[in-house]
């Protein structure tokens, strides 16, 4: 029987970027999983930090050229790709000038979150999932890391539930230590509104969202959950607990745990 699709959607991969415990999951998961038989495909931002000639990036025009609308402001979608040649993994990045490009990650060259966080999150998860249906390819279960992808579930199950690319896909949160310390802008709810991702949906959370926020909005349209590291934040393992979420506790040897919940959440027919 064929293995499941799995599409990895990450904030950080190593070595496009430093080092970090959510950059080496981002290199480490899709990696193994593709080792075990899985056949993935592999996204992240392509921040401005990312040295593309080093990195081996060149563009897809055949993806790119996509304008996503955002708070009534036109943004063109461009796509690039390389691949981490030791690890035989191909990653797709989502590139624009305004959001990713001419920036650093999450934080400016002052170490201050950029006030726009929460709409660059939007148009990467817009982005990804657009990149997925020009790709025709239908993944069983998308895995979420980092913040920058918190949008994602909510839009799978909304606003793209009804596309043949995820209209039965299952989701999974990776839940990481706190990295952004400010709110995601003020507008940040009225630039998420797209198709069926409607307003009302939003009401149950504070109209300041933060990164405690982002992640309660994850949890609530994802899944599966997992603690990715030690220091998850409390409240929201509480909060997954509360909502009676599967939830797999931190492991050093993850593989097999990670395994287990797909198959829990997305059983073989």
């Given at each position: 029987?064929a293995?499941?699709?799995?599409?990895?959607i990450?904030?950080?991969i190593?070595?496009?970027?430093?080092e970090?415990?959510?950059?080496?999951?981002?290199?480490?998961?899709p990696?193994?999983?593709?080792?075990?038989?899985?056949?993935?495909?592999?996204?992240?931002?392509?921040?401005?930090?990312?040295n593309e000639?080093?990195?081996?990036?060149?563009?897809?025009?055949r993806?790119?050229?996509?304008?996503?609308?955002?708070?009534?402001?036109?943004?063109?979608?461009?796509?690039?790709?390389?691949?981490?040649?030791?690890?035989?993994?191909?990653?797709?990045?989502?590139?624009?000038?305004?959001?990713f490009?001419?920036?650093?990650?999450?934080?400016?060259?002052?170490?201050?979150?950029?006030?726009?966080?929460?709409?660059?999150a939007?148009?990467?998860?817009r982005?990804?999932?657009?990149?997925?249906?020009?790709?025709?390819?239908?993944?069983?279960i998308?895995?979420c890391?980092?913040?920058?992808?918190?949008?994602?579930?909510?839009?799978?199950?909304?606003?793209?539930?009804e596309e043949?690319?995820?209209?039965?896909?299952?989701?999974?949160t990776?839940l990481?230590?706190?990295?952004?310390?400010?709110?995601?802008?003020?507008?940040?709810?009225?630039?998420?509104?797209?198709?069926?991702a409607?307003?009302?949906?939003?009401?149950?959370?504070?109209?300041?969202f933060?990164f405690?926020?982002?992640?309660?909005?994850?949890?609530?349209?994802?899944?599966g959950?997992?603690?990715?590291?030690?220091?998850?934040?409390?409240?929201?393992?509480?909060?997954?607990?509360?909502?009676?979420?599967?939830?797999?506790?931190?492991?050093?040897?993850?593989?097999?745990?990670?395994?287990?919940?797909?198959?829990?959440?997305?059983?073989?027919?």
């Amino acid at each position: 029987m064929a293995k499941k699709k799995i599409l990895f959607i990450n904030q950080e991969i190593t070595p496009y970027v430093p080092e970090t415990e959510l950059s080496l999951m981002g290199k480490a998961l899709p990696q193994a999983m593709q080792e075990k038989g899985y056949e993935i495909r592999t996204f992240m931002p392509k921040w401005g930090t990312i040295n593309e000639r080093r990195g081996q990036l060149h563009e897809v025009i055949r993806l790119s050229g996509m304008n996503l609308i955002i708070d009534d402001t036109d943004h063109p979608l461009i796509i690039k790709v390389a691949s981490i040649q030791q690890a035989r993994v191909q990653v797709y990045f989502i590139d624009n000038d305004d959001y990713f490009s001419k920036r650093r990650m999450e934080k400016d060259e002052m170490g201050n979150d950029y006030p726009d966080n929460g709409e660059r999150a939007i148009f990467f998860a817009r982005g990804v999932l657009e990149t997925v249906k020009k790709l025709r390819w239908v993944p069983d279960i998308i895995h979420c890391q980092g913040w920058m992808t918190a949008v994602v579930p909510l839009y799978v199950k909304t606003a793209y539930h009804e596309e043949p690319s995820f209209a039965n896909t299952k989701v999974v949160t990776s839940l990481f230590d706190q990295t952004i310390q400010n709110d995601l802008g003020q507008n940040f709810k009225k630039c998420v509104e797209f198709r069926d991702a409607k307003a009302e949906l939003l009401a149950p959370y504070n109209d300041n969202f933060d990164f405690e926020e982002m992640g309660k909005l994850a949890i609530d349209y994802s899944d599966g959950i997992v603690l990715a590291t030690t220091a998850v934040n409390k409240k929201l393992v509480d909060y997954t607990n509360e909502k009676q979420i599967p939830l797999v506790e931190y492991k050093e040897n993850f593989v097999d745990a990670y395994e287990e919940l797909y198959n829990r959440i997305c059983p073989e027919e």
